[in-house]
């Protein structure tokens, strides 16, 4: 897929360098457009967290993916409801369905914000068999009401690594984020706004080097000692 310029005015097109997914995947690797679920934890209306992530969702686009943006309005807090809720099902199904996702928190207090964490804390590490995070790709990003910060991205670079997911080494923290937007809710040219270009960039290419490979790069001794029935006995002993 050809990048839409008209819709990325702050990129230059000398400077964009489509993916080559033939040459990352090799002949055996899938060769689909990428799927990339989108995340971000904020619910005000004019949330600068959802406004990187439509930017990182349409620099995605423009690398080839198909991309899902997860709203998270109306997701009850973890446990107050159960898993066949309706906003619950769809936020599991579409982790399912990803491939890689990416993960963009405002910074609040030091830390990323409850309605990130409640998305995150409503993800399973193990779905009817399934694990719908292992070995998939994940990018983080922050902004900041103030002055640069990365506890953010920090916090959820542990947490990715708790899903067992692979985090890419780039990252984005935006300061200051409402200097960077316009009226109209697009980020203006800056090396922010090229930072999450990069990131968004290393996130795909990392997704057609890895997706084909998952299952083997996660491939555990000690679940192969394990038998399936063992394991599910022991991390449903009880019910946290």
Sequence with gaps: MSASFDTLPQ???TAFAPIDGEALAGDAGPHHPPRILVLYGSLRERAYSRLVAEEAGRLLQAFGCEV???DPRDLPLPDA???EHPRVAALRELATWAEGMVWVSPERHGAM???MKAQID???LSLGGIRPT???T???MQVCGGSQSFNAVNQMRILGRWMRMLTIPNQSSVPKAFNEFDDHGRMRPSPYYQRIVDVCEELVKFTWLTRGRADYLTDRYSERVE???QLSARVNQRDL
């Design 11 to 13: 990129l230059d097109p």
């Design 68 to 70: 899902a943006t997860f």
């Design 81 to 83: 409801e159960g898993p």
């Design 113 to 115: 914000t409850a309605v």
């Design 122 to 124: 409503w993800l399973p």
């Design 134 to 136: 292992q070995g998939k």
């Design 138 to 140: 994940l990018a983080v």
């Design 227 to 229: 038998s399936a029935a």
